[in-house]
């Protein structure tokens, strides 16, 4: 990734966030024209925006400008015990993943074994 990714990762942390334009705008004090422009990838934001833009969807700067491909969580205002439940809950979800990605390695070979079952010998 590189800076000319900004539009992109914009527009998807806002659609994720189930937002318009506008109301992004309003929150960054800024026109729905220069967030389209943003997405359009027509308009890089200023420092200050970028650094708004970073705290309002908890990223990093960054992630925003993409030199780092991994969303980092914002754990700020989170005692000890509560980013210890966030961190179980992550290696959950890890678990859950590797499990699913496994069955589905599974299936494909399977399917890949019943394929070549089926497919006449060929005849030298």
């Given at each position: ?22 109301q ?20 890089m ?80």
């Amino acid at each position: 990734m590189n800076t000319m990714e900004f539009g992109k990762i914009l527009r998807t942390l806002r659609e994720r966030s189930k937002m318009t334009q506008k109301q992004l705008a309003d929150c960054l004090g800024v026109s729905i024209a220069t967030i389209s422009l943003y997405e359009l990838q027509e308009r890089m934001p200023s420092v200050d925006i970028l650094i708004n833009v970073s705290d309002y969807f908890h990223v990093s700067v960054d992630y925003l400008l993409g030199f780092d491909e991994i969303e980092r969580a914002d754990l700020s205002g989170l005692n000890d015990e509560d980013i210890e439940a966030v961190n179980g809950l992550i290696e959950v979800l890890r678990n859950k993943n590797k499990k699913c990605l496994k069955q589905m390695g599974r299936g494909k070979a399977e399917a890949s074994k019943q394929e070549e079952k089926s497919m006449p010998e060929e005849k030298s």
